[in-house]
Structures are given as structure tokens and as C-alpha cells.
């Protein structure tokens, strides 16, 4: 059972160096297909299906429950392997229920574990995949504090 400084959500997390996203959303709503276009474009599965988010000194750290370490689902597939990483910082948030709608979207945040995160609706686009990988790499968006 989770600690109070640790809690376990249904969503999937991928990483870029030392920075990671979780994305979440209902059930079919994407998150695994998002994190296979992140992997095949060089990010590295953190946890597919359940991800556990641990607060620390410096953040939260997620990772992968044991008995899904370097397993994705592909829909109409099945389980693949793929490599792993974990414990890794959560840098960003992407909500895969809520559809972006803006051009240049305000700055909104999430609060896990008493610390708060940028948060990205779905944008349904192409270049949706490229632009989180880019948002990892550099440190977020050119109009955010760094």
C-alpha cells in the first residue's frame, strides 16, 4: 500500500534524459499510443498501465511496479518488450481527455504529491509526439520560468 508520500495512477510515463512525462487518461484514450510514438523517436518507457509517483527532496520520482518493468501495450498487438528506466523526475503532465484547443495555449499546472506541474491538454496533430519530446529535451516552453 502507498505511502503518504507515495501514490500508483493508471496512466503511462516516458522519458528524455532525466526528465519524464506522465501522461494520463481514461482507459483508450491514447496514453500507450502517445509513448510508443515517443519511444520509436528516442524517449525510454518509464511504466505503461500503472505508474508510481514518489515525492522526494528535489520532485517526484516516477517508476514502474515490477511486474511491468519494459512492457507496453500496443493495441491489436499485445504486450512488447522495450527497454526501461526508472525512477525518473516528472517534468510535464499530458491529459489525454482534455483536447487542446488554442493555438498557444495558457500555462496550466497539476498538483501531484503537494508539487505543482505544467499540464498539456491533447493536441490532436501530427507534430504532438515531436513537440513533448522537444518540451523534455529544452527544458519546456520558451515563455515558462526555467
Request: charged content about 15%; glycine content about 10%; some cysteine.
Given at each position: 500500500?502507498?505511502?503518504?508520500d507515495t501514490?500508483?495512477l493508471?496512466?503511462?510515463a516516458?522519458?528524455?534524459?532525466e526528465?519524464?512525462v506522465?501522461?494520463?487518461g481514461?482507459s483508450?484514450?491514447?496514453?500507450?499510443?502517445?509513448?510508443?510514438?515517443m519511444?520509436?523517436?528516442?524517449?525510454?518507457l518509464?511504466a505503461?498501465?500503472?505508474v508510481?509517483?514518489?515525492?522526494?527532496t528535489?520532485?517526484?520520482?516516477l517508476?514502474?511496479?515490477?511486474?511491468?518493468?519494459?512492457?507496453i501495450?500496443a493495441?491489436?498487438?499485445?504486450?512488447?518488450h522495450?527497454?526501461?528506466?526508472?525512477?525518473?523526475?516528472?517534468s510535464?503532465?499530458?491529459?489525454m481527455d482534455?483536447?487542446?484547443?488554442?493555438?498557444?495555449?495558457?500555462?496550466?499546472t497539476?498538483?501531484y504529491?503537494?508539487?505543482?506541474?505544467?499540464l498539456?491538454?491533447?493536441v490532436?496533430?501530427r507534430?504532438?509526439?515531436?513537440a513533448i519530446l522537444?518540451y523534455?529535451r529544452?527544458?519546456?516552453?520558451?515563455?515558462?520560468?526555467?
Open positions: 500500500m502507498p505511502g503518504p501514490s500508483i493508471h496512466a503511462t516516458v522519458a528524455v534524459g526528465r519524464a506522465l501522461i494520463v481514461a483508450g484514450s491514447g496514453k500507450s499510443s502517445l509513448a510508443l510514438e519511444l520509436a523517436r528516442g524517449g525510454v518509464v505503461d498501465d500503472r508510481i509517483l514518489t515525492g522526494s528535489t520532485g517526484v520520482l517508476s514502474c511496479p515490477e511486474p511491468l518493468l519494459g512492457l501495450e493495441r491489436g498487438v499485445g504486450l512488447l522495450t527497454t526501461h528506466r526508472s525512477p525518473v523526475a516528472l510535464l503532465v499530458v491529459d482534455q483536447t487542446e484547443s488554442e493555438r498557444l495555449p495558457p500555462h496550466r497539476i498538483t504529491l503537494s508539487q505543482t506541474f505544467p498539456l491538454h491533447n490532436d496533430n507534430h504532438f509526439t515531436s522537444q523534455l529544452c527544458s519546456g516552453r520558451a515563455d515558462e520560468q526555467p
